[in-house]
Structures are given as structure tokens and as C-alpha cells.
Nanobody
Framework: QVQLVESGGGLVQAGGSLRLSCATSGRSFRSYAVGWFRQAPGKERGFVAGITDDGLDQYYADSVKGRFTISRDNAKNTLYLQMNSLKPEDTAVYYC????????????????WGKGTLVTVTS
């Protein structure tokens, strides 16, 4: 079992930055591919970014490429999402997710979900 707890969400103006964190506990964090999904009001949850278990490869949705950076610290059992140049359309609940493989993570086949943290970007 893996527990995922997000933090770092909040209210920010367009063009600003936020860093989300996902603290984990339970089975070995470093054995999972992990990533971020988001769900805006009235929309389905969608993939944002993912990172392999060793941290060597990162994957991004086209809508966030060049603005968001995913990283992980396996020694601290923590996942991060640095979000820069935020836009109002980035407003959503952001969820941390874990899966056995990066391919299953990016396709939305998730073993563990966090409860989410709200990011609101004002214009």
C-alpha cells in the first residue's frame, strides 16, 4: 500500500509560480513511476506529467511542456511539480498518482491516488 499526500496548492495570479509536493509513505516509493494528473471543474481528470522510478525520464502533456517541471527525491520519498507561467486554464485539482510502470501511469492506469490539492490561477 502506498499513501500519497499532496501539498502546495493555492491561489496565484496568471504568470506566477507554484510548487506542488507529494509526500509518500508505505511501500517503496522508488519502485513506482509517479506523476501528476489534474481535474478542472466540469472536466475529466487528465494526465499532466510523469516520471520514471529512477527519475531519469520525464513526460508531459503538451499543454504544460516548457512551463512545468516534474522531479522526485527518492531519498525523501517525495514527488514535486514546479509550475511556472501559470495560466487561468491551469486551474484544477491536482492529484498525485503512482503506477508500476511509466506506460501505465501516462495512460491513466493508476494503482494509487492522492486526495488532491487545489490550484486556482486568476487572470
Amino acid at each position: 500500500q502506498v499513501q500519497l499526500v499532496e501539498s502546495g496548492g493555492g491561489l496565484v495570479q496568471a504568470g506566477g509560480s507554484l510548487r506542488l509536493s507529494c509526500a509518500t509513505s508505505g511501500r517503496s516509493f522508488r519502485s513506482y513511476a509517479v506523476g501528476w494528473f489534474r481535474q478542472a471543474p466540469g472536466k475529466e481528470r487528465g494526465f499532466v506529467a510523469g516520471i520514471t522510478d529512477d527519475g531519469l525520464d520525464q513526460y508531459y502533456a503538451d499543454s504544460v511542456k516548457g512551463r512545468f517541471t516534474i522531479s522526485r527525491d527518492n531519498a525523501k520519498n517525495t514527488l514535486y511539480l514546479q509550475m511556472n507561467s501559470l495560466k487561468p486554464e491551469d486551474t484544477a485539482v491536482y492529484y498525485c498518482a503512482a503506477s508500476n510502470y511509466i506506460a501505465t501511469l501516462t495512460s491513466g492506469d493508476i494503482s494509487y491516488w492522492g486526495k488532491g490539492t487545489l490550484v486556482t490561477v486568476t487572470s
